[in-house]
């Protein structure tokens, strides 16, 4: 009922740019908080940046100052800007959504929703 479409990973040097999409379409009713995250080989899964309803942010103290978070909510879509790379930025990054949507005729609400991940590796 809810598909969620990560692009913009790829690989960059160290000190480039990239720009994380996160598109969710299907029966969506609303979506609260939007987040990134991303987890390293041998590591665990960690909060990069997020962002409320309402716009309020947070980040990871990591990526202050480098990364931007941001989502139109007209699209549905949050963004990750990521500038200054640096090699251990390099990891699998997952969105994850706090969504409300229609199934069966029914409101569900999951405040977990993950996407399927983009990889993003920093070359030094």
């Known amino acids: 009922q809810v598909q969620l479409v990560e692009s913009g990973g790829g690989l960059v040097q160290a000190g480039g740019s990239l720009r994380l999409s996160c598109a969710a379409s299907?029966?969506?009713?609303?979506?609260?908080?939007m987040g990134w995250y991303r987890q390293a080989p041998g590591k665990q899964r960690e909060l990069v940046a997020s962002?409320?309803?309402?716009?309020?942010?947070n980040f990871a103290d990591s990526v202050k100052g480098r990364f931007a978070i941001s989502r139109d909510n007209a699209k549905n879509t949050v963004y990750l800007q990521m500038n200054s790379l640096k090699p251990e930025d390099t990891a699998v990054y997952y969105c994850?959504?706090?969504?409300?949507?229609?199934?069966?005729?029914?409101?569900?609400?999951?405040?977990?929703?993950w996407g399927q991940g983009t990889q993003v590796t920093v070359s030094s």
């Open positions: 994850k959504i706090d969504v409300t949507y229609y199934s069966g005729g029914y409101l569900l609400r999951d405040d977990g929703y």
């Open positions: 299907g029966t969506i009713f609303s979506i609260r908080g």
């Open positions: 962002v409320t309803t309402g716009s309020s942010t």
